[in-house]
């Protein structure tokens, strides 16, 4: 259920920033220029990347380069993996103690022609993000895990 809310959040961002910037653009010809529409589209903007992101990642559908993966054995390839989600993970972790951070440092910073709406909505979605991309890579550690226990193979140490 998570992966559908994901999605249809990203797809209705998506239209809604290209629908602002849509509007903004023919207001701007009529000479009655509306602002606040893109500062608003780039909210969508952020929040739609981070979704998408993780859509991404779970559908294993992000660009990778696979340098080593041929020529290494099944166990030295996992533990490979193994090694990239400990390496993502901390990379999200931190990302996520940033995020906090940041939209923590900046709830008294208002929208530049949205006065008394916060830009820590934009900036919250990098902490959100970060923790749906961590959920993501946990998960696809912890099935490589099973799928290694279903193989009888080990793990090679590298967790």
């Not at 990203?10 to 701007?28: E, K, S, W, Y």
């Not at 709830?107 to 900036?123: E, H, K, L």
Request: hydrophobic content about 55%; proline content about 1%; aromatic content about 12%.
């Amino acid at each position: 259920m998570l992966t559908r809310l994901e999605a249809v959040l990203a797809g209705v961002f998506l239209m809604l920033m290209v629908l602002l910037i849509f509007t903004g653009g023919v207001a701007r010809m009529l000479h009655h220029p509306l602002n606040w529409t893109i500062d608003l589209s780039t909210c969508f903007f952020a929040w739609a990347c981070f979704l998408c992101a993780d859509i991404a990642w779970r559908r294993n559908a992000l660009m990778s380069i696979d340098v080593w993966g041929k020529h290494l054995s099944h166990r030295a390839n996992r533990a490979l993996d193994y090694l990239n989600y400990a390496v993502i993970s901390a990379f999200l972790v931190y990302l996520i103690y940033a995020g906090i951070w940041l939209s923590w440092v900046s709830r008294a910073r208002s929208f530049q022609g949205i006065p008394g709406v916060s830009y820590s909505w934009v900036t919250m979605s990098i902490a959100v993000g970060g923790a749906l991309l961590l959920l993501t890579t946990i998960l696809k550690a912890m099935s490589a895990l099973k799928e290694d226990r279903l193989r009888g193979t080990t793990r090679c140490g590298a967790v």
